[in-house]
Protein backbone atom coordinates (compact mmCIF):
# COMPACT_ATOMS: atom_id res chain seq x y z
CA UNK A 1 0.00 0.00 0.00
CA UNK A 2 1.46 3.44 -0.80
CA UNK A 3 2.09 5.87 1.65
CA UNK A 4 -1.10 7.86 1.32
CA UNK A 5 -3.56 4.73 1.22
CA UNK A 6 -1.76 3.79 5.02
CA UNK A 7 -2.83 7.64 6.33
CA UNK A 8 -6.12 7.12 5.28
CA UNK A 9 -6.80 3.87 6.40
CA UNK A 10 -5.49 5.31 10.20
CA UNK A 11 -7.83 8.14 9.90
CA UNK A 12 -10.55 5.68 9.28
CA UNK A 13 -9.26 3.60 12.28
CA UNK A 14 -9.39 6.73 13.97
CA UNK A 15 -12.87 7.21 12.92
CA UNK A 16 -13.75 3.58 14.16
CA UNK A 17 -13.77 1.41 10.96
CA UNK A 18 -11.49 -1.25 10.31
CA UNK A 19 -9.71 -0.72 7.17
CA UNK A 20 -9.86 -4.65 6.12
CA UNK A 21 -12.69 -5.88 5.29
CA UNK A 22 -12.52 -10.32 4.47
CA UNK A 23 -15.64 -11.92 3.26
CA UNK A 24 -16.18 -15.47 2.81
CA UNK A 25 -18.50 -14.91 -0.52
CA UNK A 26 -19.73 -18.63 -0.64
CA UNK A 27 -20.04 -21.75 1.33
CA UNK A 28 -19.04 -24.02 -1.72
CA UNK A 29 -15.83 -25.18 -3.15
CA UNK A 30 -14.89 -28.33 -5.26
CA UNK A 31 -11.85 -29.29 -3.27
CA UNK A 32 -11.40 -31.02 0.15
CA UNK A 33 -8.32 -29.84 1.09
CA UNK A 34 -6.69 -31.60 4.30
CA UNK A 35 -6.63 -28.68 7.46
CA UNK A 36 -8.79 -26.49 5.37
CA UNK A 37 -9.61 -23.82 8.28
CA UNK A 38 -12.88 -22.66 6.31
CA UNK A 39 -14.66 -25.98 6.96
CA UNK A 40 -12.96 -26.86 10.23
CA UNK A 41 -16.30 -27.96 12.56
CA UNK A 42 -14.83 -24.90 15.00
CA UNK A 43 -14.23 -22.01 12.05
CA UNK A 44 -17.52 -20.34 13.08
CA UNK A 45 -17.05 -20.70 17.10
CA UNK A 46 -18.45 -24.15 16.68
CA UNK A 47 -22.37 -24.50 16.97
CA UNK A 48 -22.81 -24.07 12.96
CA UNK A 49 -20.56 -24.80 10.17
CA UNK A 50 -19.90 -23.07 7.15
CA UNK A 51 -21.80 -25.47 4.88
CA UNK A 52 -24.71 -25.19 6.88
CA UNK A 53 -25.17 -21.35 6.77
CA UNK A 54 -27.38 -19.97 3.71
CA UNK A 55 -25.56 -18.06 1.45
CA UNK A 56 -26.46 -15.79 -1.83
CA UNK A 57 -26.39 -16.05 -5.75
CA UNK A 58 -26.49 -13.71 -8.66
CA UNK A 59 -27.69 -10.09 -8.58
CA UNK A 60 -28.61 -10.65 -4.79
CA UNK A 61 -25.13 -11.53 -3.75
CA UNK A 62 -23.44 -8.68 -5.46
CA UNK A 63 -26.03 -6.01 -4.36
CA UNK A 64 -25.63 -7.64 -0.46
CA UNK A 65 -22.16 -7.36 -0.86
CA UNK A 66 -21.94 -3.90 -2.30
CA UNK A 67 -24.45 -2.77 0.45
CA UNK A 68 -21.72 -4.13 3.54
CA UNK A 69 -18.76 -2.40 1.67
CA UNK A 70 -20.56 0.75 1.33
CA UNK A 71 -21.22 0.94 4.79
CA UNK A 72 -18.14 -0.51 5.94
CA UNK A 73 -15.74 1.57 3.90
CA UNK A 74 -12.95 -0.87 3.81
CA UNK A 75 -10.04 0.22 2.28
CA UNK A 76 -8.97 -3.54 0.96
CA UNK A 77 -11.25 -6.64 0.32
CA UNK A 78 -10.39 -9.83 0.20
CA UNK A 79 -12.69 -12.65 -1.35
CA UNK A 80 -12.49 -15.69 0.37
CA UNK A 81 -14.64 -18.99 0.53
CA UNK A 82 -14.97 -21.69 -0.48
CA UNK A 83 -13.79 -20.96 -3.80
CA UNK A 84 -15.02 -17.18 -4.59
CA UNK A 85 -14.61 -18.72 -8.50
CA UNK A 86 -17.36 -20.89 -7.83
CA UNK A 87 -19.16 -17.22 -8.15
CA UNK A 88 -17.32 -16.19 -11.63
CA UNK A 89 -20.18 -14.87 -12.70
CA UNK A 90 -21.34 -12.16 -9.94
CA UNK A 91 -17.16 -11.74 -9.52
CA UNK A 92 -17.86 -10.30 -13.17
CA UNK A 93 -19.90 -8.07 -12.09
CA UNK A 94 -18.94 -7.18 -8.51
CA UNK A 95 -14.85 -6.42 -9.52
CA UNK A 96 -15.91 -3.54 -11.59
CA UNK A 97 -17.81 -1.57 -8.79
CA UNK A 98 -15.01 -2.86 -6.72
CA UNK A 99 -12.84 -0.67 -9.22
CA UNK A 100 -14.63 1.95 -9.14
CA UNK A 101 -14.48 2.58 -5.87
CA UNK A 102 -11.32 2.44 -5.63
CA UNK A 103 -10.78 -0.62 -2.94
CA UNK A 104 -7.82 -2.67 -3.17
CA UNK A 105 -9.06 -6.35 -3.99
CA UNK A 106 -7.98 -9.76 -3.73
CA UNK A 107 -9.07 -12.85 -4.61
CA UNK A 108 -8.08 -16.16 -2.92
CA UNK A 109 -9.01 -19.26 -5.01
CA UNK A 110 -7.54 -22.89 -6.15
CA UNK A 111 -7.27 -21.58 -9.96
CA UNK A 112 -10.23 -24.44 -10.44
CA UNK A 113 -11.63 -22.15 -13.12
CA UNK A 114 -10.16 -19.85 -15.78
CA UNK A 115 -8.92 -16.34 -14.28
CA UNK A 116 -9.91 -14.37 -17.36
CA UNK A 117 -6.94 -12.59 -19.04
CA UNK A 118 -9.67 -9.53 -18.59
CA UNK A 119 -9.24 -9.03 -14.93
CA UNK A 120 -5.78 -7.48 -15.52
CA UNK A 121 -7.79 -4.50 -16.51
CA UNK A 122 -8.09 -3.80 -12.61
CA UNK A 123 -5.01 -2.41 -11.32
CA UNK A 124 -5.75 -2.82 -7.96
CA UNK A 125 -6.62 -6.38 -8.45
CA UNK A 126 -4.55 -9.25 -6.85
CA UNK A 127 -5.44 -12.57 -8.14
CA UNK A 128 -3.68 -15.29 -5.13
CA UNK A 129 -3.60 -18.97 -5.93
CA UNK A 130 -3.19 -21.15 -2.93
CA UNK A 131 -0.47 -23.99 -3.60
CA UNK A 132 -0.14 -26.45 -1.75
CA UNK A 133 4.00 -27.46 -2.34
CA UNK A 134 5.79 -29.32 -5.30
CA UNK A 135 3.10 -31.32 -7.73
CA UNK A 136 3.21 -34.59 -6.11
CA UNK A 137 2.24 -32.93 -2.83
CA UNK A 138 -0.12 -30.14 -4.32
CA UNK A 139 -2.09 -32.73 -6.76
CA UNK A 140 -2.43 -35.21 -4.16
CA UNK A 141 -3.89 -32.87 -1.37
CA UNK A 142 -5.74 -30.24 -4.29
CA UNK A 143 -7.31 -32.75 -6.56
CA UNK A 144 -9.52 -31.35 -9.09
CA UNK A 145 -7.16 -27.84 -8.78
CA UNK A 146 -4.35 -29.56 -10.12
CA UNK A 147 -0.43 -28.13 -11.18
CA UNK A 148 -1.80 -28.81 -14.76
CA UNK A 149 -5.30 -27.42 -14.34
CA UNK A 150 -3.74 -24.18 -12.70
CA UNK A 151 -0.95 -24.02 -15.46
CA UNK A 152 -3.74 -24.17 -18.25
CA UNK A 153 -6.17 -21.67 -16.13
CA UNK A 154 -3.21 -18.92 -15.42
CA UNK A 155 -1.97 -19.20 -19.06
CA UNK A 156 -2.91 -15.23 -19.50
CA UNK A 157 -3.84 -13.74 -16.56
CA UNK A 158 -1.27 -12.17 -14.05
CA UNK A 159 -1.59 -13.58 -10.13
CA UNK A 160 0.67 -14.16 -6.75
CA UNK A 161 1.55 -17.80 -5.98
CA UNK A 162 0.72 -18.08 -2.16
CA UNK A 163 1.93 -21.32 -0.44
CA UNK A 164 1.30 -22.72 3.22
CA UNK A 165 4.43 -24.23 4.74
CA UNK A 166 3.52 -27.04 6.43
CA UNK A 167 5.92 -29.77 8.36
CA UNK A 168 6.13 -31.95 5.62
CA UNK A 169 7.57 -28.88 3.38
CA UNK A 170 9.72 -27.85 6.17
CA UNK A 171 11.35 -31.45 6.32
CA UNK A 172 13.04 -31.56 3.48
CA UNK A 173 15.67 -28.89 3.11
CA UNK A 174 16.09 -27.79 -0.66
CA UNK A 175 11.62 -28.23 -0.84
CA UNK A 176 11.23 -24.41 -0.91
CA UNK A 177 13.64 -23.28 -3.26
CA UNK A 178 12.68 -25.88 -5.38
CA UNK A 179 9.03 -24.49 -5.41
CA UNK A 180 10.73 -21.07 -5.93
CA UNK A 181 12.54 -22.10 -9.49
CA UNK A 182 9.26 -24.09 -10.98
CA UNK A 183 7.22 -21.15 -9.81
CA UNK A 184 9.49 -17.85 -10.55
CA UNK A 185 10.60 -18.80 -14.06
CA UNK A 186 6.80 -17.87 -15.36
CA UNK A 187 5.59 -14.89 -17.18
CA UNK A 188 2.10 -14.94 -15.31
CA UNK A 189 3.72 -14.39 -12.06
CA UNK A 190 4.17 -11.89 -10.18
CA UNK A 191 5.29 -12.58 -6.76
CA UNK A 192 5.34 -15.22 -4.18
CA UNK A 193 4.19 -15.42 -0.73
CA UNK A 194 4.90 -17.88 1.70
CA UNK A 195 2.58 -18.52 5.04
CA UNK A 196 3.60 -21.19 7.72
CA UNK A 197 0.62 -23.55 8.84
CA UNK A 198 -1.13 -21.95 11.50
CA UNK A 199 -3.19 -24.71 14.11
CA UNK A 200 -5.95 -24.15 16.72
CA UNK A 201 -5.02 -24.70 19.80
CA UNK A 202 -4.17 -27.64 21.12
CA UNK A 203 -5.07 -29.37 17.47
CA UNK A 204 -2.96 -32.21 16.20
CA UNK A 205 -2.78 -31.51 12.46
CA UNK A 206 0.15 -33.22 10.66
CA UNK A 207 0.62 -30.14 8.79
CA UNK A 208 1.69 -28.65 11.84
CA UNK A 209 6.13 -27.73 12.03
CA UNK A 210 7.85 -27.84 14.94
CA UNK A 211 9.51 -25.12 16.72
CA UNK A 212 12.90 -26.48 14.67
CA UNK A 213 11.10 -26.16 11.57
CA UNK A 214 9.71 -23.30 11.55
CA UNK A 215 13.40 -21.54 12.91
CA UNK A 216 14.81 -23.88 10.01
CA UNK A 217 12.33 -22.00 7.63
CA UNK A 218 12.56 -18.37 8.24
CA UNK A 219 16.57 -18.84 7.80
CA UNK A 220 15.53 -20.43 4.68
CA UNK A 221 13.25 -17.76 3.54
CA UNK A 222 15.76 -15.30 4.88
CA UNK A 223 18.44 -17.24 2.67
CA UNK A 224 15.83 -17.53 -0.18
CA UNK A 225 14.73 -13.77 -1.07
CA UNK A 226 18.13 -12.71 -1.46
CA UNK A 227 18.54 -14.94 -4.21
CA UNK A 228 14.62 -14.65 -5.73
CA UNK A 229 13.59 -11.41 -5.65
CA UNK A 230 9.77 -12.85 -6.46
CA UNK A 231 9.43 -13.95 -3.45
CA UNK A 232 8.22 -10.55 -2.30
CA UNK A 233 8.62 -10.69 1.56
CA UNK A 234 10.22 -8.19 3.31
CA UNK A 235 13.25 -9.69 6.06
CA UNK A 236 11.70 -7.52 9.02
CA UNK A 237 8.21 -9.87 8.08
CA UNK A 238 9.95 -13.35 7.75
CA UNK A 239 11.33 -12.36 11.36
CA UNK A 240 8.21 -11.85 12.62
CA UNK A 241 7.70 -15.72 12.34
CA UNK A 242 10.20 -16.14 15.33
CA UNK A 243 7.63 -14.49 17.73
CA UNK A 244 4.37 -13.68 16.41
CA UNK A 245 1.25 -11.49 18.44
CA UNK A 246 0.91 -13.20 21.37
CA UNK A 247 -3.07 -13.00 21.09
CA UNK A 248 -5.53 -12.03 18.57
CA UNK A 249 -5.61 -8.19 21.24
CA UNK A 250 -2.15 -7.99 20.36
CA UNK A 251 -3.00 -8.50 16.67
CA UNK A 252 -3.02 -5.83 14.08
CA UNK A 253 -4.40 -7.69 11.69
CA UNK A 254 -7.13 -9.14 13.53
CA UNK A 255 -7.96 -5.76 15.14
CA UNK A 256 -8.08 -3.99 11.42
CA UNK A 257 -9.75 -6.84 10.03
CA UNK A 258 -13.93 -7.72 9.53
CA UNK A 259 -14.61 -11.20 8.64
CA UNK A 260 -17.83 -12.08 7.31
CA UNK A 261 -18.87 -15.79 6.22
CA UNK A 262 -21.45 -16.73 3.69
CA UNK A 263 -24.49 -15.36 5.01
CA UNK A 264 -22.47 -11.97 5.18
CA UNK A 265 -24.01 -11.97 8.85
CA UNK A 266 -21.79 -14.35 10.59
CA UNK A 267 -19.11 -12.73 11.97
CA UNK A 268 -15.71 -14.67 12.17
CA UNK A 269 -13.41 -14.44 14.89
CA UNK A 270 -10.95 -13.86 16.26
CA UNK A 271 -9.20 -13.50 12.74
CA UNK A 272 -9.68 -15.16 8.96
CA UNK A 273 -8.95 -18.71 10.94
CA UNK A 274 -12.12 -18.49 13.29
CA UNK A 275 -12.55 -20.74 16.24
CA UNK A 276 -9.68 -20.21 18.94
CA UNK A 277 -6.40 -19.92 16.47
CA UNK A 278 -3.24 -20.68 18.30
CA UNK A 279 -1.33 -17.65 18.09
CA UNK A 280 2.09 -18.35 19.65
CA UNK A 281 2.14 -20.85 16.11
CA UNK A 282 0.28 -18.01 13.56
CA UNK A 283 2.46 -18.21 10.44
CA UNK A 284 -0.19 -16.22 8.55
CA UNK A 285 1.93 -13.70 5.69
CA UNK A 286 -0.78 -10.85 6.74
CA UNK A 287 -0.50 -10.98 10.34
CA UNK A 288 2.82 -11.03 10.20
CA UNK A 289 2.92 -8.23 7.49
CA UNK A 290 1.58 -5.87 9.97
CA UNK A 291 3.23 -7.36 12.95
CA UNK A 292 6.43 -5.70 11.40
CA UNK A 293 4.75 -2.12 10.61
CA UNK A 294 3.30 -2.50 14.30
CA UNK A 295 7.12 -3.05 15.20
CA UNK A 296 8.42 -0.14 12.91
CA UNK A 297 10.14 2.70 15.52
CA UNK A 298 8.61 5.69 14.75
CA UNK A 299 10.32 7.96 17.40
CA UNK A 300 12.73 6.90 20.00
CA UNK A 301 11.12 4.03 21.71
CA UNK A 302 7.55 4.56 19.95
CA UNK A 303 6.80 2.27 17.62
CA UNK A 304 3.35 2.05 14.58
CA UNK A 305 1.88 -0.32 16.70
CA UNK A 306 1.97 2.13 19.85
CA UNK A 307 0.07 4.83 17.69
CA UNK A 308 -2.30 2.20 16.32
CA UNK A 309 -3.20 0.61 19.53
CA UNK A 310 -3.78 4.27 21.03
CA UNK A 311 -5.61 5.02 17.58
CA UNK A 312 -7.94 2.10 17.71
CA UNK A 313 -8.93 2.74 21.33
CA UNK A 314 -9.58 6.33 20.48
CA UNK A 315 -11.71 5.23 17.29
CA UNK A 316 -14.02 2.45 18.84
CA UNK A 317 -14.72 4.80 22.12
CA UNK A 318 -15.52 7.75 19.36
CA UNK A 319 -17.65 4.65 17.81
CA UNK A 320 -19.76 4.00 20.78
CA UNK A 321 -20.27 7.41 21.97
CA UNK A 322 -21.37 8.46 18.22
CA UNK A 323 -23.85 5.68 18.09
CA UNK A 324 -22.25 4.75 14.74
CA UNK A 325 -21.81 0.98 15.36
CA UNK A 326 -23.78 -1.16 12.96
CA UNK A 327 -25.03 1.76 11.21
CA UNK A 328 -27.74 1.50 8.79
CA UNK A 329 -26.84 0.33 5.55
CA UNK A 330 -27.08 3.43 2.97
CA UNK A 331 -28.54 2.18 -0.19
CA UNK A 332 -25.93 1.82 -2.83
CA UNK A 333 -27.06 3.90 -6.18
CA UNK A 334 -23.90 2.99 -8.21
CA UNK A 335 -24.80 -0.49 -7.04
CA UNK A 336 -28.12 -0.36 -8.65
CA UNK A 337 -27.08 1.38 -11.37
CA UNK A 338 -25.03 -1.83 -12.70
CA UNK A 339 -27.68 -4.41 -11.55
S1 LIG B 1 -9.76 -24.63 -1.80
FE1 LIG B 1 -9.66 -23.42 0.06
S2 LIG B 1 -11.76 -23.41 0.86
FE2 LIG B 1 -11.66 -25.08 -0.64
S3 LIG B 1 -11.21 -26.90 0.62
FE3 LIG B 1 -9.25 -26.07 -0.15
S4 LIG B 1 -8.50 -24.71 1.50
FE4 LIG B 1 -10.70 -25.10 1.87
S1 LIG C 1 -3.83 -13.88 12.54
FE1 LIG C 1 -2.48 -15.21 13.76
S2 LIG C 1 -1.71 -13.93 15.44
FE2 LIG C 1 -3.50 -12.90 14.54
S3 LIG C 1 -5.22 -13.57 15.81
FE3 LIG C 1 -5.10 -14.97 14.06
S4 LIG C 1 -3.81 -16.68 14.76
FE4 LIG C 1 -3.53 -14.98 16.22
Redesign the pocket.
Known amino acids: MKTSEVLKAWAGILAGNKPYLSIEITKE?P???PG?Y??DPAHLGGDTELRQLSDFKGVDLVRNILTVIDREKPRHVSLV???PLVRYRELEMLLPELDTRKIYTQIVT?AFRLIPAEWGRFSRLTVAI?IDGLQPEHDER?KP?TYERILKNIADARVTIHSTITSYMAARPGYIEEFLRFWSGRPQIERIWFSLFTPQRGATDPEILTPAQRAFVVEDLLRLRLLYPILEMRESLIREIIAPPTSPADCIFARTTHTLSADLKTKITPCQFGGDPDCSQCGCIASMGLAAVGNHRVLGGLTAGHLFHVSDRIGQAWKKVSGTFEPPAPESKAAFTIL
Open positions: CLRCCAFGGDSSRA
